[in-house]
């Protein structure tokens, strides 16, 4: 199968693209610099020019391919409902190059927008049609003779080159000289090592139901006081629970995600998949993982 790749280069992107090409699949990669092109020349896949508000660039590239995997976003806080939009925008596109193709399109989301204070499955609706990246759920899962499918990451993808959530909380920790949680620190975030992850994706691709939610979600609920002190402990310093009024001092623009309960089962996928997760767990990941060099 050829298959189109946007966030080729990424985190989680340039696992998926090693995934799929060990399965023996091609891949057409996006790339919205030439950089990014050469890093993708350097692994022999082909570099497909573009970004994700080139939307002819998008339906051109999904229409080369046999399947598509979405795994591409502005990581950028400050613009974080704008990027949404920019998302759900691409994903439209992208699936309406593929409408009646029978084609399958697998896109990232995220298990903070199902789950707070329950463990959420893949059959748990979001909160709201208001969360961010429904409405891009609800394209893929709904355009006619696509065979659209969701995998929702945890707030915890790590492994090497992590510069998600962890890292910035390890940056804050140094920072501060003090690793904060809220509260009495009891809330659980789900994680995944992003191999793991990749193989979500992949096995997503070559038979995922049409209209399948998938958990790619290895430990269902780490307590947040337990990663900090995870993270206390990595870089010497104590672990420390702050209010909620306290806690954007702390932990900045981070002090309202490391709040919430998320606490996710991935049993499904795992059954319907055949997914067994084979990385390591987070703590052993940030306790062996380079995290604090």
């Given at each position: 199968?050829?298959?189109?790749?946007?966030g080729?280069?990424?985190?989680i992107?340039s696992?998926?693209?090693?995934?799929?090409i060990?399965?023996?699949?091609?891949?057409?990669?996006?790339?919205?610099s030439?950089?990014?092109?050469?890093?993708?020349?350097?692994?022999g896949i082909?570099?497909h020019?573009?970004?994700l508000?080139?939307?002819?660039s998008l339906t051109?590239?999904?229409?080369?391919?046999?399947?598509?995997i979405?795994?591409?976003?502005?990581?950028?806080f400050n613009?974080?409902?704008a990027?949404?939009?920019?998302?759900?925008?691409?994903?439209g596109?992208?699936?309406?190059a593929?409408?009646?193709s029978?084609?399958?399109?697998?896109?990232?989301?995220g298990?903070l927008?199902?789950s707070?204070?329950?463990?959420?499955t893949?059959?748990?609706?979001?909160?709201?049609?208001?969360?961010?990246r429904v409405?891009?759920e609800?394209t893929?899962?709904?355009?006619?003779g696509l065979?659209?499918?969701v995998?929702r990451l945890?707030?915890?993808?790590?492994g090497a080159?992590?510069?998600?959530f962890?890292p910035r909380?390890?940056?804050?920790a140094?920072?501060?000289?003090?690793?904060?949680y809220?509260?009495d620190?009891?809330?659980?975030w789900?994680?995944?090592?992003?191999?793991?992850?990749?193989?979500?994706f992949c096995?997503a691709l070559?038979?995922a139901a049409?209209g399948?939610r998938?958990?790619?979600?290895?430990?269902?609920?780490?307590p947040?006081?337990t990663i900090a002190?995870?993270i206390?402990?990595g870089l010497g310093?104590p672990?420390?629970s702050?209010t909620?009024e306290?806690?954007?001092?702390?932990?900045?623009?981070?002090?309202g995600?490391?709040?919430m309960?998320?606490?996710?089962s991935?049993a499904?996928?795992?059954t319907s998949?055949?997914w067994?997760?084979?990385?390591p767990?987070?703590?052993?990941?940030l306790?062996?993982?380079g995290?604090?060099?």
């Amino acid at each position: 199968m050829r298959v189109f790749v946007t966030g080729a280069t990424g985190f989680i992107g340039s696992a998926i693209v090693q995934e799929l090409i060990g399965a023996g699949h091609q891949v057409l990669g996006l790339a919205r610099s030439e950089t990014a092109a050469d890093s993708l020349a350097q692994l022999g896949i082909a570099a497909h020019r573009g970004d994700l508000t080139d939307h002819d660039s998008l339906t051109a590239g999904a229409r080369a391919c046999d399947g598509v995997i979405h795994t591409a976003f502005i990581h950028d806080f400050n613009q974080f409902m704008a990027n949404i939009e920019t998302d759900r925008q691409a994903v439209g596109a992208m699936a309406g190059a593929l409408e009646g193709s029978g084609k399958p399109m697998v896109i990232a989301s995220g298990t903070l927008m199902v789950s707070h204070g329950r463990p959420a499955t893949e059959d748990t609706a979001p909160l709201s049609p208001d969360m961010p990246r429904v409405a891009s759920e609800v394209t893929v899962l709904t355009t006619p003779g696509l065979r659209g499918s969701v995998v929702r990451l945890p707030p915890t993808v790590h492994g090497a080159g992590d510069h998600g959530f962890v890292p910035r909380l390890i940056g804050f920790a140094r920072d501060k000289g003090e690793a904060a949680y809220v509260g009495d620190g009891l809330n659980r975030w789900p994680a995944v090592h992003r191999l793991d992850a990749a193989r979500v994706f992949c096995l997503a691709l070559e038979k995922a139901a049409p209209g399948s939610r998938l958990h790619a979600v290895a430990e269902e609920g780490i307590p947040m006081r337990t990663i900090a002190e995870a993270i206390g402990a990595g870089l010497g310093v104590p672990a420390r629970s702050v209010t909620a009024e306290e806690a954007p001092i702390y932990l900045d623009f981070l002090a309202g995600f490391t709040a919430m309960d998320n606490p996710t089962s991935s049993a499904l996928t795992r059954t319907s998949l055949g997914w067994r997760p084979q990385g390591p767990e987070l703590l052993p990941d940030l306790r062996d993982g380079g995290y604090f060099s």
